[in-house]
């Protein structure tokens, strides 16, 4: 794992900013180069559907949870929008935020308009809240729908926001994901790999993609296209929906180690549960992100044990 | 009920407009922290509809109507377009205002086209105003069609107005409303949550919604899960149609102490009556909202008695 | 009739230019609080047709007929677009011009496509115009037509025209026009009343609306609605299509003295006849418009004989 | 013919661009009044239909052939876009230029979609050409497709250019071309002389319209309508397709002295002959444009004797 | 070939650039007035399709080796995205580049929606990375679709682009494709040497076009009406899909010697090879380009001889 020399960056971060970002780059990847990205955007994503409902903990309901989690347990980096950011910031000051910087509801489906996440909120936004706070805002985070027929709008604001976070010593995570009428098959290995691809050459310093499938299946080898064709934009993979904790692991240990991916981004995966467990799970996937731990160590902290 | 200190300030009020927003807060809500918004931004929303016809006191045919209960009645802040404010605000210096800055007619339906409110006045004209005529403009109001084709274009409104709302001191109320060919039933409650849930994530300070309804009916209990979704970003309920008043009253004391709704937007059920009469059904709803009066005690407002 | 103190200055003007406004407002009203409006945007709006044809008279094939007529006749002001202001305001300085912002072809039929009529020219264009050359320019025209698709657009463009009309001491007037797919009779009096109101609501000093009928027939007493609905926004009739002039001048006296209007907005109506009888035609419209003249008294005026 | 004094310059020229406004007019009218027209803006227009083909002459398959006509023949000015004068001028220093600021090809048909020609290059880009370098650009050209879907945005960026080149001492000339599926005969005289009377509305110096037809045949006394509807904007006609020289030229000689036009715009009915073919058939034209000669002096010219 | 001084500098480079643009000029064409531009913009404009597959070298995987590539082979200039150039540009300072502003992905198909290529980084940010970093930026970029329905976006964008690079001393190179719903044969010679006229009106230094085809064949006479409808703006053509080493070199050389382009755009051809061959065959297509080879001296160099 990199030390901090050995951070490579990139040319559209100026020499005022370089130490900044060299300090964010350190800090969302704990020193690892992975990332543990917990991700807390979906109260506009899936509105209520991500906090409510049978299978959720009622802990889930508060938007609060996410901040509790956020602040127990051990993450890289804590994604949610600028909103929530500044509501809840000033009672949770240790926490590492990265600000998503577009959103937009699960209403509109793709059947009946391609999908367009628009920013809501400008890098100088996040700028000015950091400077102003002091609160730790390590990066920003976009989604690109590759194949809708807004993509137009989703490069121009993509490719505009690395060069502008960069500018401002700010770590990108892109989620990239192929969707639209165009788009048969989201988990494509080959387009799965074009997404990373993209990312790379938007100049975005992370690419989050969906796990691949081949045959319906996921595979953890067929990540390897993604990550080759991400080059030095590191791609980690989507926590996914709700699943047994082990075989989580299990699938994410395999992604880093078989697939080359550096980590991950995980969300209702996380919150869904009470504190205690949901702390504890991060945990579990922080120690296999962040230090290289087996899936037999991570269980043990998902079940309240130590390693 | 919240003493000054209580108040949270979001962290995208910067230092020297803190304690605008703190005293603003305060004003808006009272000094209870619950909201009585009266809502007159109908002469754009419903045309004439709201202001003359069979069931309407002729009262209501001037538009000076609106400001002579907002100057007469108890409430938190009257809620219209900046064009109104600034013709007869002159002669109504004692009304505290909420500038509404989006509005479209009802012609267009959405079964013709999803709806979209766009932006018609700035928050900079808001304050403008404010810091040049001394009027006391407390806030600016937006609404928000979530699953609308449109709703990336009100997203991106909505997020930008609660920075330049709080960077200017302004309180924020969104009315989040569910709407478009994609939305099958915008009083369910779950659905009714998320849209709490976006305008938390938008930063809101409140979030105006419709009150939800489980197999055709309102249940004030149905409101608990947007309470909860809206987190810190106070939820409160739309007056809807005209109804009896003391129904009315008791749904509002329902929403509140069984649903967990911070306040009310209240608009046609007061304006369309006669002065006298509107001013006391103002009165009264100010009574539940802020005083935690019985609907009793506000009945009795209602026809003429004080409690 | 309103004394220059009587003039209500709305505060969106600031102070540095109230004294102008209020210059502007008594010199459009000619110190009567009424509006005799000679519409000459027809160029655009509707091509050739206005200008040239079998019931029009050859003076009228050339542009310079608008600008004579509005030199000659007693108006209140003259409306048409920048360009024209431009080429000949230079030879007819003693005009008082207003300068109509929007502007469209009669091309595209709403069956096609719903009407827009977007800004051509800038508020400070015109603000410039005045400033530098000293022409009278003493306010800003802008067309909305409410239940069109484009609504969106109007309206944004029409509360800012406001905003930025008032903020140079200029007064505005709207034309306020429902038209597009979804608005099935654009001359019902409930909805003629719901665009003065609009045009209220966006802070407009004026709103030219269209003669409402019932029953496919006008009536005056049916704008009653709409200048109640128009409250401190005075509303002024369309002058409408070619017809007999003393029929023309008893609908303008019902206007105004059932209805309720404070004016008129005439265009083709004068300007298709020859010069002599266009300035005697317009003078009698004024008369009964400024004068409170007797239908009687103002075709004396046309006939040539004076009163 | 006017002399200097006679220009009538518009207000909105600011006085310190007075001079240079009268002399560019002056110079793109060779003191006449008349425009004679070179166009070369078709390479986008029409791609390379107008320069390479059997009828066409292989010279004017290089782009340069535009400017050695140009420079070689009398001509009041030289249309075509900023890139190809930025890439020739320099070695045509002695030719006057008017820069298209509109362009689009003609692979679009109107049964497809309705036109769009929008603004490739802005006023300020003409301005700072002619200033940095000393060329000698006398004025800007833009389309204007009437009827079209699109007409509000080329109305706005016309009235615009207008402004924009006025406030800069520059000449305009308007191409007005009724086109659009709303559009069922571009060459009704009633409609032409509707877009010359736009053209007059937005302020333009010229307005160059299409020879209008009755029962399908050309008749110059047809464009008198127009002539009478332009105004103090001076109407040209279009030089057409590809007709016998002689015959053009009567058309011309007719255009002018039956019509009442004040020139012609013509491109490839020029440049689709041999440098020396062209260059003499050009200075046919300008004799008769600019110094009334008859159509056997002209014709003359054309043949290669002088008059 | 030209010398230094036969360099024609346009009009839109100011005085203070035109030693920057000569010089860049002559770096692009390695003082040949030749133009080998290495394609390396596919990661967004085909995926991962051109870097992992069956007939695809396995190095060609890593973005990395696009660099590797440019910066061992002799080429005029390395042409890809911004975010690219800032990620590997610091290790690989020694590389021309060009910077392609726009991209898109080819999910969407033309029989979808017309293709539109909207600018993603402007030319400002690829003057401050050259002027912070001192990378060798020489140019940039830009694709326009003609033909498509979006065409306005695209022509606009692209004079612009011309304007700014050339203020700032930049070269520009246009992919100029006729395509869309509009667009029956993108192969006609015709409509080819249209396309390379136009981009010769937008003033474009280079334009880079497909082989034109009669008959389904490609014929590099066919090149020669584009060739001529470029004018002052060199036509490069594109290498295109994978074929046989020894075909595409001759076909180079064809085009240049026989079609009159003066270079080429290669890409996959290139990179999908191994680093070693694709140095070599990198470096046969330079030596036909850049030195006048013979195809037989470029096939020595490609089976690894020298000539």
Redesign the interface.
Known sequence: MPSALDI?????V??GEQERYRENYRAITRDTGRLMLFAG?Q??EH???D???EEIHPDD????HLFRIASQARIGVFA????????????YRDVPYLVKLN???N???TS??DP??????LVQ?AVD?RD??G?TILGVGYTVY????Y???M??Q???I??HA?AHGLVTVFWMY?R????KDERDP??V???A??A?????DFAKVNPPKADGKIDAALLR?AV??????GVVCAGGSHVDMQEFLQQLHDQIHIGGTVGNATGRNIHQRSLDEAVRFCNAISAITLDNASVEEANKICTGGRY
């Open positions: 490579r960056i990139p040319l559209d100026p020499a955007d109260k506009i509105l209520n559907d906090f409510y409902g309901a508060d938007p609060e949610t929008q600028l909103g929530m950011i500044a509501r809840y910031g000033g009672d959103s937009k509801t209403l509109v489906k009946q308009r367009l996440s628009s920013e809501i909120n936004q809240l102003r706070t609160l590759l194949g809708s027929e993509e137009p709008v490069l121009y993509a490719a505009q690395v060069n960069h192929p639209g009428k165009a788009v080959h387009l790999a074009g997404a691809g993209v790379a050459a938007l100049g975005s296209e080759a064709a991400g080059g030095r934009t």
